[in-house]
């Protein structure tokens, strides 16, 4: 399994930006997804964004579209989040597997998550 380790989170106002990191996120290799997913208390984890090293492409729930830019380097895996918005308040966390496509934005298809990290935007 890969440890992972977000940070990032913070309080903000609506309209500004957050970039969380995912520490080890980067370090896995092909055949592996990355996605970032987020979740409020008494609410199901829902999906955020995801990278597939298969066919290198981003992937993103229709909400955070044209908002938010998932991106990694050798060690790491990011999300950049412009246009902070309320409803976006949740803890996020960063997960790592070996989905088949179609299972991508499924929690239960990850192996690996990190402790997660709080945002919350005020409006």
């Known amino acids: 399994q890969v440890q992972l380790a977000e940070s990032g989170g913070g309080l903000v106002q609506a309209g500004d930006s957050l970039r969380l990191s995912c520490a080890g996120a980067?370090?896995?290799?092909?055949?592996?997804?990355v996605a970032w997913f987020r979740q409020l208390p008494g609410k199901e984890r829902e999906f955020v964004a995801a990278f597939r090293w298969a066919n290198s492409n981003p992937y993103y729930r229709d909400s955070v579209k044209g908002r938010f830019t998932i991106s990694k380097d050798n060690a790491n895996l990011y999300l950049q989040m412009n246009s902070l918005k309320p409803e976006d308040t949740a803890v996020y966390y960063c997960?790592?597997?070996?989905?088949?496509?179609?299972?991508?934005?499924?929690?239960?298809?990850?192996?690996?998550w990190g402790q997660g990290t709080q945002v919350t935007v005020s409006s």
């Open positions: 980067g370090r896995t290799t092909t055949g592996y997804t």
């Open positions: 997960a790592a597997g070996r989905p088949i496509l179609s299972s991508m934005r499924s929690p239960d298809s990850y192996y690996s």
